[in-house]
């Protein structure tokens, strides 16, 4: 089993930063992509990115793309997700989710960590 913790979440002001860490416990090596996705108040859960957990090929969605980015630090077996140019309408949870080896979705998530951006 695997098991997905979010931190980094917070208060920021617009044009601000934020980092978010997704680390990752237990079989790990089964884990094929970790994603990012957020979900804003009265509104449907969105991808905002993923990463293929061995290797570097990404993906993200057009509302992040050039502000958002996806990395992984492999010894500490943690995937982080920088912001920057935060914005009001980014305000979310953020969620990390994982894939794991041979399935179509994303069936393994932590707990949520909430971003608010302030105008």
């Known amino acids: 089993q695997v098991q997905l913790v979010e931190s980094g979440g917070g208060l920021v002001q617009a044009g601000g930063s934020l980092r978010l860490s997704c680390a990752a416990s237990g079989r790990t090596s089964a884990i094929s992509v970790v994603a990012w996705f957020r979900q804003a108040p009265g509104k449907e859960r969105e991808f905002v990115g993923s990463?293929?957990?061995?290797?570097?090929?990404?993906a993200y969605a057009d509302s992040v793309k050039g502000r958002f980015t996806i990395s992984k630090d492999n010894a500490k077996n943690t995937a982080y997700l920088q912001m920057n140019s935060l914005q009001p309408e980014d305000t979310a949870v953020y969620y990390c989710?994982?894939?794991?080896?041979?399935?179509?979705?994303?069936?393994?998530w932590g707990q949520g960590t909430q971003v608010t951006v302030s105008s």
């Open positions: 989710a994982a894939r794991s080896l041979g399935r179509d979705d994303y069936n393994i």
């Open positions: 990463r293929t957990w061995i290797g570097r090929p990404t």
